[in-house]
């Protein structure tokens, strides 16, 4: 699976954990040079606290565009070191 935001790769794996209809990218996938961290937080009642990282490309930004739980609940431990895609993120085979 690969994601890409303006004609960028941010991140390339074989193996992502599918959840809610997002792909779980492994972390050490991602191409660090283009992913900030956000201030921003959300919870969810099943997976715990969702951080976030805003994707920069070519000057562009798009906050937020990418989120991961650093400490997901038991329930969701599959996603644990995994970051997940949105905000026009295209996850394609």
């Known amino acids: 699976m690969k994601?890409?935001?303006?004609?960028?790769?941010?991140a390339e794996s074989p193996d992502t954990v599918v959840v809610e209809g997002n792909h779980y990218f492994p972390a050490e996938s991602l191409r660090r040079e283009y992913f900030s961290p956000s201030q921003t937080y959300s919870t969810c009642p099943w997976k715990?606290?969702?951080s976030y990282y805003t994707v920069t490309v070519n000057g562009q930004e798009n906050r937020d565009a990418a989120w991961f739980y650093p400490e997901p609940k038991e329930a969701a431990a599959q996603i644990r070191g995994r970051v997940?895609?949105?905000?026009?993120?295209?996850?394609?085979?």
């Open 3 to 10: 994601a890409t935001w303006q004609g960028a790769v941010l």
């Open 48 to 50: 715990g606290e969702a």
């Open 84 to 93: 997940a895609f949105w905000k026009g993120v295209e996850v394609t085979e």
